[in-house]
């Protein structure tokens, strides 16, 4: 048999097959809905029970196109950027995550959605814990990627935090010209900047007595060379009290795009399944 034509025909259907993925990550329309003070921009791709997903700290949506092509084949995944984040505006509220789950319980309400699953990394995970917290008929399922519950030296490698007191306006200006399309914000980048240090540098600040009030079953992901400590998802994984734990080895701060095939099929298998409190003993 000649190889070549073969090889060509494996080649052509696999750029088909990347090519229809692509596609379907970037085939949707932009929606904006208003959202107490803000417009805030939104995906809706597939069909089926709503998976709702969080991205993290100066990212958008566009960063879990990884996800959705996989998601969206069983599920109406809604993608969102968050408040002064991609193409979502930003006002001169105080930022915090209680504020920012309060935006995704506000577009729950004008997509009626009554609940749904939520999928979050980094500040992501921190706004679905709050939004599990103070609005726990909202969430059905909670999968919370790198998260944590405070911010201190015993939750995040020092490292991380002396980096984020290093930004400066001139960063921010060229790390959002260079990553966020269509950005709303450029006249609030003093602004933006300084509210987005002090919320990174000082929340969250749940307990393990708020997390023991998290009733919906929950999975937390970290990688094993995490800026969040081992410790720290491992404490969180000991107080919630439904809550599985995935360390994805190989993997740092991003296991959902570095190892993406891995914990995309964790992520719906902990979503397909019916959920089983284990006992250890």
Same mark, same amino acid.
Not at 215 to 240: Q, R, S, V, Y
């Given at each position: 048999?000649?190889?070549?034509?073969?090889?060509?025909?494996?080649?052509?259907?696999?750029?088909?097959?990347?090519?229809?993925?692509?596609?379907?990550?970037?085939?949707?329309?932009?929606?904006?809905?208003?959202?107490?003070?803000?417009?805030?921009?939104?995906?809706?791709?597939?069909?089926?029970?709503?998976?709702?997903?969080?991205?993290?700290?100066?990212?958008?949506?566009?960063?879990?196109?990884?996800?959705?092509?996989?998601?969206?084949?069983?599920?109406?995944?809604?993608?969102?950027?968050?408040?002064?984040?991609?193409?979502?505006?930003?006002?001169?509220?105080? $930022?915090?995550?209680? /504020? #920012?789950? @309060?935006?995704?319980?506000? *577009?729950?309400?004008?997509? %009626? +959605?009554?609940?749904?699953?939520?999928?979050?990394?980094?500040?992501?995970?921190?706004?679905?814990?709050?939004?599990?917290?103070?609005?726990?008929?909202?969430?059905?399922?909670?999968?919370?990627?790198?998260?944590?519950?405070?911010?201190?030296?015993?939750?995040?490698?020092?490292?991380?935090?002396?980096?984020?007191?290093?930004?400066?306006?001139?960063?921010?200006?060229?790390?959002?010209?260079?990553?966020f399309k269509g950005y709303q914000n450029y006249g609030q980048i003093t602004q933006?900047?300084?509210? $987005?240090?002090?919320? /990174? #540098?000082? @929340?969250?600040?749940?307990? *393990?007595?708020?997390?023991? %009030? +998290?009733?919906?079953?929950?999975?937390?992901?970290?990688?094993?060379?995490?800026?969040?400590?081992?410790?720290?998802?491992?404490?969180?994984?000991?107080?919630?009290?439904?809550?599985?734990?995935?360390?994805?080895?190989?993997?740092?701060?991003?296991?959902?795009?570095?190892?993406?095939?891995?914990?995309?099929?964790?992520?719906?298998?902990?979503?397909?399944?019916?959920?089983?409190?284990?006992?250890?003993?």
């Open positions: 048999m000649n190889k070549k034509p073969y090889l060509l025909l494996c080649y052509v259907f696999c750029m088909v097959i990347s090519g229809s993925a692509q596609n379907a990550a970037d085939g949707a329309k932009d929606h904006f809905a208003n959202v107490g003070d803000i417009k805030m921009h939104y995906k809706i791709y597939g069909k089926g029970d709503p998976i709702i997903l969080l991205h993290g700290s100066l990212e958008s949506m566009e960063d879990w196109d990884k996800q959705v092509p996989e998601l969206s084949k069983k599920y109406k995944v809604i993608t969102v950027d968050s408040r002064g984040h991609g193409q979502t505006t930003f006002t001169d509220r105080k $930022m915090d995550y209680i /504020l #920012l789950s @309060e935006d995704i319980s506000a *577009l729950m309400v004008e997509l %009626k +959605i009554d609940s749904a699953f939520v999928v979050g990394f980094g500040d992501g995970g921190i706004t679905g814990l709050y939004l599990s917290l103070n609005h726990p008929e909202k969430v059905r399922r909670l999968v919370a990627i790198g998260a944590n519950y405070k911010v201190d030296t015993t939750a995040v490698y020092g490292q991380i935090l002396d980096k984020v007191k290093a930004w400066d306006d001139d960063k921010m200006y060229q790390f959002i010209r260079n990553h933006f900047t300084q509210r $987005m240090k002090t919320m /990174l #540098l000082t @929340e969250p600040n749940l307990t *393990l007595d708020d997390l023991k %009030k +998290i009733a919906c079953p929950t999975l937390l992901i970290a990688g094993d060379h995490d800026i969040i400590k081992i410790d720290h998802t491992n404490a969180m994984f000991e107080n919630i009290p439904n809550a599985y734990m995935c360390i994805v080895p190989g993997t740092k701060h991003y296991p959902q795009k570095e190892s993406a095939l891995l914990v995309n099929s964790i992520i719906l298998d902990f979503i397909n399944k019916k959920f089983a409190k284990l006992e250890r003993f």
